[in-house]
């Protein structure tokens, strides 16, 4: 189950679809954004909080039934500690999956022996050579409060001076205001272009010619967009939120704390002026690629699975409208 379907290209949407696919050879699988009653025997929901009616649904007609609930960066930073709908998801869970390596450290003690870390994967890409006549920065995210746009968008002001550091934004205006102030900040600034939602093969491709990938986020389970970056031999500039540490690690140096404009700004002065960090991020990033190989993630999930599971068996995808 998970909350958008293929209409909404949502990380959500592309996680349901991958595990499908890794799933699929094992198990029947069938992705659905309400789940409706059926014979399935266990249940991987998306999102506590936005697959909140299912799952009380399937636990009501399926007592007994294992249920798996996968847990986001809004559910994790924000939406269990106040939501009654997403705290009772994870009181009716049998599993709970958190997609980061400190994920589990929000939950509540009493839920952390029924926890299992799955990282997300993606194809490993070649690393491409930069020029050096510029420093090409580049943010993946959807225009929303969660993404921390804003972040990105003062830096590129405070950085307006600088010829030669260019930015670059991938995201739909999923919030009308933030869309209206990239498109004025476009106007404003020639280095900065909103080049709103792409495919994912074209934001691959982008990634994978960019200097840097940046990442300000104010709250993230785990993202895609930085394992993309890492698989593609890309270092990142993140924000210092446990949904970035998680997949990064403690000791990675390309953090700036969460908000911080003129940290970033300094960041990406520096990786211009000092190629040898560019290089030792690169660095950084390439020891944690493998963590990210598709292969690690479908035999984390077939794992789980076989906890729940004896024989192979119909599973149901939720994902929340």
Request: aromatic share 6%; hydrophobic share 40%.
């Amino acid at each position: 189950m998970t909350p958008t379907l293929a209409d909404a290209n949502t990380g959500n949407w592309q996680t349901a679809r991958r595990w499908e696919g890794m799933l699929s050879k094992a198990y029947r699988v069938r992705l659905t954004s309400f789940w409706d009653g059926g014979d399935d025997d266990v249940m991987v929901a998306l999102h506590a909080r936005r697959s909140a009616v299912s799952v009380a649904k399937w636990r009501a007609l399926r007592p007994t039934a294992p249920l798996i609930v996968v847990l986001t960066g809004t559910d994790l930073y924000r939406d269990i500690e106040s939501d009654a709908s997403a705290q009772a998801s994870l009181a009716a869970a049998d599993r709970l999956i958190v997609l980061n390596q400190l994920g589990a450290e929000s939950l509540p003690k009493g839920l952390i022996s029924r926890t299992r870390v799955v990282l997300q994967s993606c194809s490993a890409r070649k690393t491409l050579p930069k020029t050096h006549r510029h420093l090409r920065a580049l943010m993946v995210g959807h225009l929303r409060a969660e993404k921390s746009p804003q972040t990105y968008f003062e830096a590129s002001r405070m950085l307006l001076g600088c010829g030669d550091i260019l930015f670059d934004h991938i995201g739909a205006a999923l919030d009308p205001a933030l869309g209206s102030q990239a498109s004025s900040l476009m106007a404003d600034n020639p280095s900065y272009r909103w080049l709103g939602g792409l495919a994912n093969a074209a934001t691959r491709q982008r990634i994978q010619t960019a200097h840097v990938l940046v990442h300000p986020s104010r709250m993230e389970g785990g993202a895609h967009a930085v394992i993309e970056a890492v698989r593609s031999g890309t270092p990142v500039l993140a924000s210092r939120i446990d949904g970035n540490v998680g997949l990064l690690g403690e000791s990675y140096d390309g953090y700036f704390p969460l908000g911080d404009a003129p940290a970033l700004a300094n960041l990406l002065q520096r990786l211009r002026n000092e190629p040898t960090m560019l290089d030792h991020l690169q660095r950084q990033c390439e020891e944690r690629a493998s963590l990210f190989d598709p292969t690690r993630e479908s035999a984390a999930l077939h794992s789980l699975i076989g906890e729940m599971l004896e024989t192979p068996r119909p599973l149901t995808f939720r994902d929340a409208p």
